[in-house]
């Protein structure tokens, strides 16, 4: 089946700590994005990829770091940096740049 | 940047009504998707639409792009249908800006 998977599903860290959350996608999209949802709000963007080895910062890039090595894979890693790392990360792709994008199940990610 | 308001902000049906969502958005945008928010917090993809009119089974949307506004309706709503509705549109860079949602609530 073609999609886009995030793993893991849960992730629980402690402050100081760096964590990388896994973005996989077999949709042959050239695009992939990482948003951040709060509670009771809407995504808001941290990064963006439109091609292999290369991305660009969104809105709320500080305190996070991304790669894109592979057409199919786009990790984001959440450092120690970033003030208030606990949400809930949503990973999506699209065939090109602004195209429809498509979502994935998302990873939640808590830091005490 | 650019602004995008969704009302009502929470809407409670009973099984079997209609509704109406709306999203207004502050600028002339290339792209605008309408999710559905799950419980367990998946965006499902319900409509592309940057303007006209399409439906899918029981929703359709429409988008008039040059009065900056679309409408999603929900007709014989089911309690599947409840969740968060979000509205998302893209000016020009490469980005939805998201709106903060409808959260919709049918009772049986």
């Known amino acids: 089946d073609g999609g886009i998977t995030q793993s893991p599903k849960y992730l629980f860290r402690k402050e100081g700590q760096n964590v990388t959350l896994s973005c996989e996608q077999n949709?042959?999209?050239?695009?992939m994005y990482w948003y951040r949802q709060d509670p009771g709000q809407g995504l808001r963007l941290i990064y963006y990829s439109q091609i292999v080895n290369d991305f660009q910062k969104g809105d709320i890039a500080e305190g996070y770091s991304v790669s894109r090595e592979k057409k199919e894979s786009f990790p984001l890693t959440v450092t120690s940096a970033q003030k208030n790392p606990t949400a809930f990360y949503l990973c999506?792709?699209?065939?090109?740049?602004?195209?429809?994008?498509?979502f994935g199940p998302g990873t939640r990610l808590t830091v005490t | 940047g650019i602004q995008v308001e969704q009302s009502p902000p929470d809407l409670i049906l009973q099984e079997g009504a209609n509704s109406t969502l709306r999203c207004n958005f502050s600028?002339?945008?290339?792209?605008l998707q309408w999710f559905h928010q799950n419980p367990w917090g998946q965006l499902i993809n319900l409509f592309y639409?940057?303007?006209g009119t399409k439906q899918n089974g029981r929703l359709s949307a429409t988008t008039v792009a040059t009065e900056r506004y679309s409408l999603l309706y929900i007709s014989s709503s089911q309690t599947t249908d409840s969740g968060v509705y979000f509205c998302a549109v893209d000016l020009n860079d490469y980005k939805l800006s998201f709106g903060a949602g409808t959260t919709v609530t049918v009772r049986a």
């Open positions: 949709l042959n999209h050239d695009a």
């Open positions: 999506a792709s699209s065939k090109q740049g602004r195209g429809e994008q498509y």
């Open positions: 600028d002339s945008v290339n792209n």
């Open positions: 639409i940057p303007s």
